[in-house]
């Protein structure tokens, strides 16, 4: 059985510049699922044996930039405010390195606090 070796395309020309290969939309709901998970991610790491619930957040993407509105559960006793800049921080770093996309304003909204260690038995 005879095997051919195919070699990279060189007999094809460069790629075109990037202005003329065409252009790249990504949705608001897309940056939601990527704010909520970053923050889902931040509340977690702070208290794991507890049960948070699943941030929500909202964008409006305008001019090329992001506004988020996260809606979320902290761990109680704690400090709120370290907690919503930890997130805030999260948020903007992973928006911004996944979509390329500023993000020029985060609100974070607590909506519920919950006692650390509720929500999750351990089986003993």
């Not at 996260?70 to 997130?87: F, Q, S, T």
């Not at 921080?89 to 500023?102: A, C, F, K, N």
Request: proline residues 9%; positive net charge; hydrophobic residues 35%.
């Amino acid at each position: 059985m005879a095997h051919s070796r195919i070699d990279g395309p060189s007999h094809l020309e460069p790629p075109a510049p990037p202005a003329y290969r065409g252009s790249l939309r990504i949705g608001e709901r897309v940056v939601e699922k990527i704010a909520a998970r970053a923050a889902r991610e931040a509340t977690g790491t702070a208290a794991p044996d507890t049960k948070l619930r699943d941030p929500k957040a909202g964008v409006k993407l305008r001019n090329d930039h992001a506004t988020v509105r996260l809606d979320l559960d902290v761990p109680y006793p704690g400090p709120v405010k370290d907690m919503a800049g930890a997130v805030r921080q999260r948020v903007r770093s992973d928006v911004e390195r996944l979509t390329g996309m500023p993000v020029v304003r985060i609100d974070v909204v607590v909506g519920r606090m919950t006692r650390i260690g509720k929500g999750r038995r351990r089986v003993q």
